[in-house]
Structures are given as structure tokens and as C-alpha cells.
């Protein structure tokens, strides 16, 4: 079974639209929440990270995502999207004891202008 | 220049040829992953190594092999190359905060 999920596997969304991407893990313990963005063509890069603290984490572009503990979940919103966010987005999921990252199956986002 | 860099960029070979990847770094950084990227199924760990001597397997290690030359450097191997093994490859390290920092991927392709 999937460990990471992400529910949405294509997201289309006009400029100006609010955001928001599924996350869910099912893994007990600590651990640590990534979203990472791929844009055409190139590699991915972190958008922003959860360790611990406040549940509510900013990232970069305006992006912020929002941990969950009791729903195991970890989803990514933006309040208003670009063009230039069209990219995959990917949640990964750290198991601390384990010493591994495991990757959702990603989300793609269109934006339309 | 580039933190995490991959050789080669692109790769079509046959079956049961033997293909190396090779990553390096220059971040400094013991960590080092091998990926594989798969439409649909996004990203799954190969191989791991927390430094030159500490080597792990991943979720799909079956038909690969790899080598930790030294800390900047991390090698993928196929042995025998199959058509399943047709994937976009990414080498990784990461920061003691966990953080991984990507390199730019290995298109390959077995025919």
C-alpha cells in the first residue's frame, strides 16, 4: 500500500484560483513533511518543510502547508496561483527511525492563464 | 555551478547491457540517495549510503548495485539492463536537517 498519498493526480486551476494539495502518510512516529516542486524540465527542489513547531510552515513562492498530526496529513495551499506554478509537486514523508524518505505519487498543476 | 551533478544526462542502451550513473557533490554533505521516477508512482529510493562505508537498501533495490567511491561521489550500476528499468533517475544528498538537494536527473532508456 501506498505510505504517502496524494489524492489528486491532476489539478487544473485558472490564475487567481486558490490551491490546495492532498498529503496523507500512514506511518506512526516521528517525522518529518517535505513538499517539493518540480517545474518542466528540471529537478526538484524543496518548497518547504515541516520538523516540528508551529504546524502552519511558509514556504517559497507563497506557499504554505499545514501538519495535521491527528489526520496525518500535510497539505499544501496557496491562496491565489500563478502561471508560472504549473510544475509536480511532490509530499515526501521522513520516518525519523528509519532513516528513509518516502515520495507521494505527486501531483500535477496546471494553471491556465 | 551545479551542487549535485549526474552523468550521463541521457542514456538509450540494450538489454542486458551493464549501465554505471554516476553522481557527484560538492555540498559536503555524508547522505547520498538513488532514486527512480516513474510516471504516476513518483519518486522511489533505490539505494541510500550515510557515509563511504554505510551502504542501504531501498524500496526497489532488486537488479541494481551501488558504490560509495567517496563522499562525493555515488554510483548506480544495472547490471543487466531490462526495459523495466526505462526511468528517469535521480541522484540526492541531503543535509543533517534532512533537507535533499536533487540533482538534475538521468533520462534512461532500454530498449
Known amino acids: 500500500a501506498q505510505s504517502v498519498s496524494q489524492h489528486n493526480h491532476h489539478v487544473i486551476l485558472s490564475e487567481a484560483a486558490s490551491l490546495e494539495l492532498g498529503c496523507n502518510y500512514s506511518y506512526g512516529g516521528t517525522v518529518n513533511l517535505f513538499w517539493y516542486v518540480q517545474y518542466p524540465g528540471q529537478h526538484l527542489q524543496l518548497l518547504l518543510k515541516?520538523?516540528?513547531?508551529?504546524?502552519l510552515v511558509k514556504g517559497i513562492k507563497g506557499f504554505e502547508a499545514e501538519f495535521i498530526k491527528s489526520k496525518f496529513s500535510f497539505n499544501l495551499r496557496k491562496p491565489s496561483v500563478q502561471w508560472s506554478d504549473t510544475a509536480e509537486y511532490f509530499c515526501?514523508?521522513?520516518?525519523?527511525?528509519?532513516?528513509?524518505?518516502?515520495f507521494g505519487a505527486g501531483t500535477r498543476l496546471t494553471v491556465k492563464p | 555551478d551545479a551542487d549535485v551533478t549526474q552523468t550521463p544526462r541521457n542514456r538509450i542502451t540494450k538489454t542486458g547491457k551493464r549501465i554505471m550513473l554516476e553522481c557527484s557533490q560538492t555540498?559536503?554533505?555524508?547522505?547520498m540517495y538513488w532514486y527512480r521516477q516513474d510516471p504516476g508512482l513518483g519518486l522511489r529510493l533505490i539505494y541510500y549510503s550515510f557515509d563511504v562505508k554505510d551502504i542501504n537498501k531501498g524500496e526497489i533495490s532488486d537488479g541494481y548495485s551501488v558504490s560509495r567511491q567517496a563522499q562525493a561521489k555515488f554510483s548506480l550500476s544495472l547490471e543487466s539492463a531490462i526495459p523495466n528499468q526505462t526511468a528517469l533517475y535521480f541522484c540526492?544528498?541531503?543535509?543533517?536537517?534532512?533537507?535533499?538537494?536533487f540533482g538534475p536527473g538521468t533520462r534512461l532508456t532500454v530498449l
Open positions: 515541516y520538523f516540528s513547531g508551529d504546524p
Open positions: 555540498k559536503g554533505h555524508d547522505r
Open positions: 515526501a514523508v521522513d520516518r525519523r527511525r528509519n532513516n528513509d524518505m518516502r
Open positions: 540526492a544528498t541531503s543535509d543533517p536537517l534532512d533537507t535533499q538537494y
